[in-house]
């Protein structure tokens, strides 16, 4: 691959120093704003959860893609045992929240919508969304257990989330920082905690390009003295190899119980009609018993 001039001019304007300094001006901003919107709501919306008896949550932050919620909520209902699924819907589009919060009626899954997210990227649009749920959300509920899931990280085979963390803080998949930086960060697609264990915290699920660490490494200055690998159940990572339609793809299965499409908001051949209906096809076909209870059909 060539020299690009213009991407070498665009890095090094984001890596002058009063460059970066008003870009993180104006993203705590943003973050600090957005965190207090509708915060009142989210206590509220607890206090239903609270009500309902369970201890354990799994919040997956929906973004403008019903299929991809219509194989989630199945799976999760198919597959989990001992957690609550809440579906976060931070989608942009009044359609697709429209579509998902009927979903999840129709399966009896917790649905919330986030009030408008004012970030473009989507990196910083999902973490932002992920402090939301945790201040507002999970710090008046004060579970036993709580995580995220991504939306399109589908459960394959029977799992018990909480069994699975006995005696342990955290689980998730662990990356290190990139650029030779130090630190690492919990993958934002894949991250339970133990309540407890992090109650006491800013938590801030927001990433930190400018030294390595992407969706959920503004948590690596507090997590890195609360856990380490012993404290820490790793999910490992796999790759599987999809031919669709003769396409030739690898996605990643995470634990040998996750099968995750990745990008299926918005990037990749998932972002074409054509390849997401092979791919939701595959999903229901291959783990969820056949296309019968597929609610979602217009992709």
Known sequence: MGWNPVKSLIRKIHQ?????????????????YFRSRNAASGAEFAEELRRA?????CFSIAYNTPWVIDALTKAWLTYSS???????????KPAARQAIEAICRRRGIAYFGLPRNPEWNPNRSHGISMNWVFHNIVRPLRPDLFGFL???CFPVVALDIATHMAGKDAYGTKYPAKRGHD???FWAGLCFFRFSVVEDLELDFTPRFDTGLDTGGG????????????????AEKTTISLKLGGIEVD???LDNSFFHVGGASYRGLISTRHYRRLMCDHVWETYLGGVAERLVNDL
């Open 16 to 32: 002058n120093r009063q460059v970066r300094k008003a870009k993180d001006f104006r993203n705590a901003l943003v973050k600090g």
């Open 53 to 57: 008896g369970a201890r354990h949550f």
């Open 82 to 92: 001992g957690m609550t699924l809440v579906v976060i819907d931070n989608s942009s």
């Open 150 to 152: 991504d939306h399109d």
């Open 183 to 185: 630190g690492w960060y």
């Open 219 to 234: 948590n690596w200055p507090m997590l890195r003295d609360r856990l380490d690998d012993s404290n820490i159940v790793n």
């Open 251 to 253: 996605h990643r299965m």
